[in-house]
């Protein structure tokens, strides 16, 4: 049975050709698997941001889908194996260089490969398009597995911490995500970025007018933001900020 | 009969996971359905200036087919409530807090409903992706209306104008479209915004050269524009800006 | 047999309802047919860059692909025909102004159609949407061609070079594509963009650390880009920008 969907996971960004070119290739390869943008502005060169981001939104994804990711600055180089990954269901395919340490780390059941199979045209600097999206197709169609199985303890980089306190993604409204899972923190506790302090909101609407608060967000992440406002702007924050967790860090 | 498509209209961007989560939703529950993004730069935080751009795109859209629309600063709260509209053969689903107030004022046929059904969980941040998505998808299946009719006259906004005269939307041409139809204002009247006068031309080529001119855009709406040139920057042009329609307003 | 995939190449961008009513025209008229996002910020304005890139990705589209394709700044002027060309077994459709010159010029086989079918509602500013969409998802479907065989000779801009000298799209990362393909410059060469000299590098991996230079891209064009950082900002490349060929130039 095919997979329900193929994801797209990148940081690509949609402009320029490299999306589209990518998904020719799944259309010519397995064009009967919907194909999904999940998000095209993953931290740019930033595999352990990625890792965080990644591991709060597979859980939306149904169980079976493919989840092709993409954060690649070492692409073309012996640093990092291709690999496929399951974990929990899902099938991740990319670049082993830290972006499925957190989907791993956090799964219950777990399989890992490292790709062997070459295509007969590699681009040095696009195996998003000739290595990993074949892969992911065949992935998708028959569950093809083109690669030579590996325990994935020796394959996990080891010393990430279980939550990352830092912004891992600033959204198109201003607010901005941290590597900290929302139900590890308690909502009686302030958290601080930049020198400013962030207290716990429920909603929006639950924030005091015009002040910078922190919530849970839809994906289960630790969140800044201001009711109809830019706490991005207001607060200056950029991915990378590192967060103080209240004066248990102090 | 399932629906012939599934249109999104949001201000969610294409940046970050949001449209992807949605379409990960629908693809679940109406995996048949194409579904095509419409537009997802609506005007942020402005439920009446998206509502007039609705208005006018959605003639272009085929009947039956279901509109997916969230522009929606009061998400979580009260103040508005999820709602379905049946408009000239056509379906919308989002909030009720305007969206929705010119595509009915503008119907032959139209029918109302709250939405009562609840998801299992349901994010206070994100009702596109956890109710309105599994309704669009349900509607477009089939026709399954999860709430309770309603008289449109009680929900509709009153005392809302028939044509908006302000700007309600800069494209990436640097062209702005009014919340004005075209038909409804006459080829010999000029129009002033931010103390410029704009004449009328009928196409780009039309215009003299250099020179900001006013046109019915392929959507209807009256649209200031310079040939080959960014409008929006020449005479500092921006969503919420007012429209003065000539010597009759004086 | 239909086409294996419609792919969009214009400068429309992912703003606005462009692309979405484009998409919404195709999925009525050749609803079988996937539709791919080639690239929607292609050269504004600048069919000859356009022409350029376009040339590049087409090689990567499948035989019996149906390109639809708009960089059109005389939309709605006697200036250019609606055209259809097919090329090496793939399909093009869109303004006759150059945009397939290049694609034309380098083609083992080639055949042109002036395009004569006219929608009944024509907007004067959209033909990607009423005139192109319709072409391209009736070519898709069953290889109708709606318009008059002529002479290609009699269509092409001729004095095109082979390569073209520029630089024709800056992307996301920062990277800087020329129209000059890989395959006609040595390795040995370098090449001066704004008084800045840049050397071959096979990968990014390859170069020196933080300096510019140049490789052939994967889809085979000349590109100058610095390993995980911005060449666009740090030389001030912009499309447009001369690139001089090294001593043989001087």
């Known amino acids: ?13 949609h402009a320029g050709p490299y999306v589209g070119q990518v998904k020719a290739v799944l259309a010519a390869h397995a064009p009967e698997v919907p194909v999904i943008d999940l998000m ?56 082993g260089n830290g972006l499925f340490n957190v989907v791993a780390a956090r799964a219950k059941t777990l399989s890992w490969w490292d790709i062997t199979w070459s295509p007969e045209r590699l681009s040095p600097t696009f195996h998003g398009r000739d ?19 590996c325990v994935p303890a020796a394959r996990l980089l080891p010393d990430w911490p279980d939550n990352y306190p830092r912004i891992i993604y600033v959204d198109h409204f201003g607010n901005a995500m941290t590597g900290i899972r929302g139900t ?18 429920r909603t929006f609407a639950a924030a005091p007018p015009a002040r910078g608060f922190w919530y849970a967000n839809s994906n ?20 990378g900020d590192k967060v103080l967790l209240g004066e248990d860090d102090k």
Chains 1, 2, 3 share one sequence.
């Not at 049975?1 to 960004?13: C, E, G, K, Q, V």
């Not at 590890?184 to 909101?201: K, M, Q, T, W």
Request: proline share 9%; with cysteine; charged share 20%.
């Open 1 to 13: 049975m095919a997979a329900p969907a193929i994801l797209l996971f990148t940081d690509f960004s």
């Open 40 to 95: 095209h502005d993953a931290p740019t060169w930033d595999p352990m941001a990625a890792a965080y981001l990644l591991a709060a939104l597979a859980p939306e994804c149904r169980k079976g889908s493919v989840l092709l990711c993409v954060v690649d600055p070492g692409v073309g180089t012996d640093e990092r194996k291709p690999t496929v990954v399951r974990a929990d269901g899902r099938w991740f395919v990319g670049p």
């Open 131 to 149: 290595l990993f999206a074949p892969v992911a197709a065949g992935l998708a169609v028959d569950r093809a597995r083109p690669g030579t199985a």
């Open 184 to 201: 590890s923190l308690d909502p009686s506790r302030s958290i601080e970025i930049n020198g400013y302090e962030f207290s716990y909101a």
């Open 220 to 239: 289960g992440l630790v969140e800044i933001a201001i009711n109809q406002g830019r706490a991005t702007d207001r607060y200056e924050l950029k991915p």
